[in-house]
């Protein structure tokens, strides 16, 4: 069964920059479309970017076009979302999510099938 482990979160301030990873175990990454989700206290989950199984594709939220970038490494079962010019209202746990590989990109949580435990987003003003 695919595993997700999300890493790469922490604090920093407004502005500042971060690098998220997302390491995918038992099963290969060319078979999955990736997602990146966040959810801050008190609010429902909140789509980030998505990543075709080649690459070649990806899509935004409005919030973090031109500040988030969003790629893989499918030779090291590895995601990665970098994070630049960071704002407080990013604060968030971050979740990476899988869909099948013939999937289309997604901005809805709920058609995605497989999540990590996520990693705490903090930045302060």
């Known amino acids: 069964q695919v595993q997700l482990v999300e890493s790469g979160g922490g604090l920093v301030q407004a502005g500042g920059s971060l690098k998220l990873d997302c390491v995918v175990s038992?099963?290969?990454?060319?078979?999955?479309?990736m997602g990146w989700l966040r959810q801050a206290p008190g609010k429902e989950r909140e789509f980030v970017s998505a990543?075709?199984?080649?690459?070649?594709?990806?899509i935004y939220a409005d919030s973090v076009k031109g500040r988030f970038t969003i790629s893989r490494d499918n030779s090291k079962n590895s995601v990665h979302m970098e994070m630049s010019s960071l704002k407080p209202e990013d604060t968030a746990v971050y979740l990476c999510?899988?869909?099948?590989?013939?999937?289309?990109?997604?901005?809805?949580?709920?058609?995605?099938?497989?999540w990590g435990q996520g990693t705490q987003v903090t930045v302060s003003s």
């Open positions: 038992g099963g290969t990454l060319e078979r999955y479309v």
């Open positions: 999510a899988t869909r099948p590989w013939y999937s289309a990109l997604s901005p809805w949580a709920n058609e995605y099938d497989v």
């Open positions: 990543l075709s199984w080649s690459g070649g594709s990806t």
